[in-house]
């Protein structure tokens, strides 16, 4: 190797040393900048925390009443008629359950391939991954006819004579999520045990210091606590990766196993697998930029963040882009008529400025991260992951509007209008949402600090 390219190649000091700030490059530095909201609430300001907290609990509570309202009146109070018998309520639950795939698989494919900046976004990314699959488990249950029914999903002793129908997706959608949610639990709780000894050991007052030392589980940091915590994290990472990828193939399955138009097409669950990833990785740049601007955590996600987070999303974008194109070529390729007529229906029928909406926020406004300036602006990634969102939202409710609005039979063809009730409980969904990360970030670091310590001293290897 010529010295040119030995020159080149970039040392593990530089490798890892470069997604952290000279001001936050040593052990206390982290552990003061993570811990300071935490324990030093005499120097810190809560006020914008306090009425974000406020907001989003009315949110919260406009959402109990929109599924009290829901459950009193029934399903006809959202804007599902006898045709588009799915509506906002199955395309929440697809969207939410995308963004809770998310936050462990980036979190665990990050993990196995030892890729260091994920130290500092990879413990909000894992908690937004039990907010977001908590509420997306409440929207199939809130859709049901018959809500109270809802524990017929499960296999139970037939004293009733009724086994659950093992052949509908819904039941695999069940113990998809409830397998997922609980393994997610552990694994972000295992993952929290060290960061919960240093707030231990760091707390001033002894109610502090004895509910985290409680949570801590008797964490000394030992060699022998290392060994063990390394190995499971490794192992349940190697777990999570093939756990998220079935689940959001049987998702997409709900619907692939159909014989709609525009629905029974093998490549649903690749396709469910690429959005959930794109979804959940905008929203955990909307959450990292919100973290770091309210706790000031600039040396610890840094701008070298956003710029490689930005590049994951450009590439995500490009995939989506050509499985929408693979749809468009299955459609006209196969030369069936009902899929012909479906897809245009979706370039020109009643949906089809949504439609051309979705495409722009998902395909087109990603586009600016070719540019190097518009990655290394967090305003910029900040805003565009926000779009990527509410396209994501729309893929989700096109999907199913499109193909129960033009079904094969044109008699039954019929439009979906929303009612207040469907945009209260989206949006209460937000809010809810928003309300549970707020607690977190109050009562947790929502910074690992012990694996940003540890790349730190990677870099210090020779």
């Known amino acids: 190797m010529s010295s040119l390219a030995l020159d080149r190649v970039e040392t593990p000091s530089q490798d890892t040393r470069r997604w952290v700030l000279e001001n936050g490059q040593s052990d206390e530095a982290v552990n ?36 009290s309202w829901l459950l009193i009146r029934g399903v006809g109070v959202w804007g599902n008629n006898t045709t ?74 037939n004293t009733m004579l009724l086994w659950p129908q093992w ?32 707030l231990r050991d760091r707390a001033r007052s002894a109610l502090p210091r004895k509910i985290y030392g409680a949570f801590a589980l008797g964490w000394r940091g030992s060699a022998r606590h290392w060994h063990f915590y390394e190995v499971y994290h490794k192992a349940m990472a190697a777990l999570a990766v093939p756990l998220v990828v079935s689940l959001h193939s049987v998702v997409g399955l709900d619907f692939a196993a159909s014989l709609m138009p525009g629905w029974a097409e093998t490549i649903f669950p690749p396709y469910f697998v690429v959005g959930a990833m794109y979804s959940g990785f905008a929203m955990v740049v909307v959450l990292a930029a919100l973290v770091r601007w309210g706790f000031r955590m600039q ?32 459609a006209w390729y196969g030369g069936d008529h009902a899929e012909r007529s479906m897809l245009t229906f979706m370039f020109s029928g009643s949906y089809s400025p949504i439609y051309f909406i979705m495409l722009f926020c ?36 096109l999907i199913i509007l499109n193909t129960l609005s033009h079904t094969h039979l044109p008699s039954m063809r019929h439009l979906f209008f929303p009612t207040i009730w469907d945009w209260t409980l989206l949006f209460g969904s937000l809010g809810f949402f928003a309300f549970m990360f707020l607690i977190f970030v109050r009562l947790v670091p ?17």
Do not use: C
Not at 35 to 57: D, E, M, N
């Open 299 to 330: 040396p610890i996600i840094t701008v070298n963040h956003f710029d490689v987070m930005a590049k994951v999303m450009l590439m995500a974008s490009i995939v989506m882009g050509l499985s929408y194109a693979t749809e468009w070529f299955d």
């Open 167 to 198: 052949r509908s997706a819904l039941i695999w959608d069940f113990w998809a999520i409830l397998s997922y949610l609980l393994f997610s639990i552990v694994f972000w709780y295992v993952g929290l045990i060290p960061d919960l000894a240093t």
């Open 446 to 462: 929502s910074v690992s600090m012990h694996e940003v310590r540890h790349i730190l001293h990677e870099g210090e290897r020779p």
């Open 362 to 397: 998902n395909v087109l406004a990603p586009q600016a991260f070719w540019l190097a300036a518009a990655r290394r602006s967090v305003a910029a990634v900040f805003v565009i992951a926000v779009i990527i969102n509410v396209g994501m939202w729309l893929e989700r409710l």
């Open 84 to 157: 588009v018998v799915w509506g906002f309520g199955i395309a929440n639950y697809v969207w939410w359950i995308g963004i809770g795939n998310a936050g462990t698989l980036i979190s665990s494919m990050l993990l196995l391939m030892r890729q260091h900046w994920r130290a500092s976004i990879n413990r909000f990314a894992e908690a937004m991954t039990l907010f977001a699959a908590s509420i997306a488990g409440l929207f199939p249950i809130l859709h049901l006819g018959r809500p109270l029914y809802f524990y017929w999903l499960t296999p139970y002793p």
């Open 32 to 67: 003061r900048i993570v811990s300071a909201p935490l324990l030093q609430r005499h120097k810190w300001t809560w006020r914008t925390w306090w009425i974000a907290f406020a907001v989003s609990g009315a949110m919260t509570v406009m959402m109990i009443v929109s599924a």
